[in-house]
């Protein structure tokens, strides 16, 4: 894909940014090659700033470089999938516990048609078009850690999001519509769970969404 010049002065960090939304939103596959040189002559500007942005990607774990090769776009292996989620099923279960604690009306009905909305994403996806599914399947997620109102559970969840997100990408691609209907019905299950204020259930729930999420992208990726 070709990159537009920033507007405004390019700096590291602006460079880091245009790169990473690129990851994200799956305009740069894994295993996809970023070339200084192509960068530098799409972005006018001089090889430095490109290099700070790339070292700053592969600290945050979105992108490898080897000695005297082009850096690419990382792709999570297995093992790296499995510690991923396992801790995220682990944080996820304790965020809707928390949320359960205080969930309100407006909480709950704004799940619903967060929920609603995703399962309509996904749906699509599965028929052929071209809506984001990760992006609103990581908000009503998120959504239930906001509710659960602790700074260090969500700077935990923050801190994994892009890694999740990464890893959601390759997964949503390969779901199903009966799939889809699974998913739509494990989230309706979680968001009744909290609204009957069942800590342990939504806690229980919340985490085994996110381990059958585990194994059916551990088993897409060693596919391809």
Known sequence: MSFAPPSRAA????VADILRNAILD???K???PIYEKTLSEQLSMSRSPIREALITLENEGLVVGRLNKAVTVRKPSAEEIRQIYTIRAALEGIAARWAAE??????????????EALNLHTIAIEDGGNLDAVVPGIAFHMAIAEVAASDELNLLLQNLCNKIQLVMRAGIATVTRRRAEEIHKEHLAIIDAIERRDVQ????????????????????????
């Open 102 to 115: 205080k969930a309100t009306v407006q909480l709950i009905a704004d799940l619903r048609a967060n929920a």
């Open 26 to 28: 799956g305009s740069l």
């Open 201 to 224: 259930l939504a806690e229980s729930l919340a985490s085994a969404h996110v381990r059958g999420a585990l194994e059916r992208i551990v088993y897409q990726s060693g596919k391809s």
């Open 11 to 14: 700096l590291g960090s602006t």
């Open 30 to 32: 894994p295993g996809e």
